[in-house]
């Protein structure tokens, strides 16, 4: 794969995301909507960046992968998995009404644990813009986190008449620059048969490996920012060429459209870091499903490290 077609590639597969936001299948209600349920919230993470401080399940930092998505998210964790996650330190720094707050986070633990995007609802969504006939580019499969790594999230904003705006988050997968991202997607592109296309018709699975994630406040249709370390066709292994491919690919990669629910509780998670508070509560995700148990890492476990 050449370096132009990595480009292609990847910026082929942002626009299957972004038009599957055409229809948010099955997201939670909006902020407000009925917000006393008893199903009005999903988990809740502790913030204590004591040494020793509690640990929280890897799977309630990652919520917000399904709180984010517009379509089905069904959840696999591998079978004996012990990942687990915990705040490291928060640091602030204020400078003539701007403010950043840098929070580390590290996560311990073995197994894997896999975001799969519901394949019909995604290929359906796709098809609504979509020439007749031709193939579908590179669409998200999953996004995975596998084994530990350390990273950090950084909030910046504005401080206006005594109150604490938060206009963009940036989640980092790594903390320190030779480390490796322990989150990975997969890509992959469908081919019609009888006119029709299924997920089993699929091919041209790329993996990328990702390092950062970002989140503006808006009031528009909300955007995430996204940038690779890695590019690679699935079963390839990862090296030099992998890297320079993905370092062309970021030059290119548009942000992505995702649900407004979400984008917003990551602008409010990053201003409860900000704030010193002790926890943080998630909104329910229903579009959010449990696939069980995988036996071990799981065949996209293996391939995505």
């Not at 948010?24 to 006393?36: C, F, L």
């Not at 292994?237 to 690919?249: N, P, Q």
């Not at 509560?281 to 229903?286: C, E």
Request: proline residues 6%.
């Amino acid at each position: 794969m050449t370096t132009q077609a990595a480009v292609w590639i990847f910026a082929l597969g942002t626009v299957s995301l972004t038009t599957a936001g055409l229809c948010a299948a099955g997201q939670a209600d909006p902020p407000g909507a009925d917000s006393n349920a008893p199903d009005a919230n999903g988990p809740t993470i502790v913030l204590d960046y004591s040494a020793g401080g509690r640990m929280n399940p890897t799977e309630d930092f990652m919520y917000f992968v399904p709180l984010i998505s517009p379509t089905l998210v069904r959840r696999e964790i591998s079978e004996g998995n012990t990942q687990t996650g915990r705040m490291v330190s928060v640091t602030w720094q204020r400078d003539a009404g701007q403010f950043t707050c840098v929070c580390v986070f590290k996560m311990v633990g073995n197994g894997t644990q896999t975001y799969y995007f519901d394949p019909g609802q995604m290929i359906d969504h796709n098809l609504k813009e979509h020439p007749k006939g031709e193939p579908l580019k590179n669409i998200l499969d999953y996004i995975q986190f596998h084994g530990e790594g350390e990273g950090r999230m950084e909030a910046r904003g504005r401080l206006v008449n005594d109150r604490s705006i938060v206009d963009q988050v940036d989640v980092h997968f790594v903390n320190n620059k030779n480390d490796v991202s322990p989150v990975t997607i997969r890509l992959y592109s469908v081919k019609p048969k009888d006119g029709q296309y299924d997920y089993d018709n699929g091919y041209n699975r790329i993996i990328a490996r990702v390092v950062t994630l970002s989140f503006k406040r808006t009031d528009d249709t909300p955007k995430m920012g996204i940038k690779i370390t890695s590019l690679k066709n699935e079963g390839a292994k990862e090296g030099l060429w992998s890297r320079v491919k993905a370092t062309v690919v970021n030059l290119f990669i548009p942000p992505l459209e995702v649900d407004k629910l979400g984008n917003q509780t990551m602008i409010d998670f990053g201003h409860a870091v900000y704030g010193g508070e002790p926890t943080f509560t998630f909104p329910r995700a229903r579009n959010l499903e449990e696939m069980g148990k995988a036996a071990g890492a799981g065949s996209a476990g293996a391939e995505g490290r």
